[in-house]
């Protein structure tokens, strides 16, 4: 089983990123996924969720910001992130089920 992340970087404030998270060794069109994110001496915290199907759940904290999405044919989950701020620097995590990936770091920095 393995995640792989990547599209992190250095953006300025009210730029975008995508964030990409490719799944091996499992049934990926079968799990749920999610994205988490962990900042500088904060703990790990949750951002957005997606369903096999595609239904989404975001955290009220990127809410309108932050898209989650998926391509089963891929096997892979992308994770838009829009108008990004300053607080949204964290390492992202690719999560499935009893699963991490290495993390991707997103600096948002002027």
């Known amino acids: 089983v393995q995640l792989v992340e990547s599209g992190g970087g250095l953006v300025q404030p009210g730029g975008s990123l995508r964030l990409s998270c490719a799944a091996s060794g499992f049934t990926f069109s079968r799990s749920i996924m999610s994205w988490y994110r962990q900042a500088p001496g904060k703990e790990r915290e949750w951002v957005a969720r997606?369903?096999?199907?595609?239904?989404?759940v975001t955290a009220e904290s990127v809410k309108g910001r932050f898209t989650i999405s998926r391509d089963n044919a891929k096997n892979t989950m992308y994770l838009q992130m829009n108008n990004l701020k300053p607080e949204d620097t964290a390492v992202y995590y690719c999560?499935?089920?009893?699963?991490w990936g290495q993390g991707t770091q997103v600096t948002v920095s002027s």
């Open positions: 997606i369903s096999p199907s595609g239904i989404t």
């Open positions: 999560n499935a089920p009893g699963t």
